[in-house]
């Protein structure tokens, strides 16, 4: 009697992992998207918080990855800042 219900309970574990496979299929794409996403956003995410630059040329460097491609964000760790900052000392 106990080798019936243990086939049964295999048996019954064998179908419900199988009905499980759509919906970990579907929360496995869904943190792949969430992945995608966040990767894309990383670079902006970095030049929002950088101190390299500041101001409009922020915005512009923020504008080039969006519209144009990561590629701008290579640039900017080798460009940025565009022009020197003026630092102004107090005595």
């Given amino acids: 009697m106990n080798a019936v219900i243990t086939l049964l309970f295999?048996?019954?574990l064998g179908f419900g992992v199988v009905a499980?496979?759509?919906?970990l299929g579907f929360l496995l794409a869904i943190a792949v998207g969430v992945g995608c996403v966040f990767l894309?956003?990383?670079p902006?995410?970095?030049?929002a918080n950088s101190d390299?630059?500041?101001?409009?040329?922020?915005?512009?460097w923020i504008c080039a990855i969006i519209f144009l491609s990561w590629f701008a964000w290579?640039?900017?760790?080798?460009?940025?800042?565009l022009k020197p900052r003026r630092r102004y000392y107090y005595y």
């Fill in 10 to 12: 295999l048996l019954l």
């Fill in 52 to 60: 390299k630059t500041g101001g409009g040329e922020k915005a512009a």
């Fill in 44 to 47: 902006i995410l970095i030049i």
């Fill in 20 to 23: 499980l496979l759509p919906v």
């Fill in 74 to 81: 290579i640039f900017y760790f080798f460009l940025a800042p």
């Fill in 40 to 42: 894309w956003l990383l």
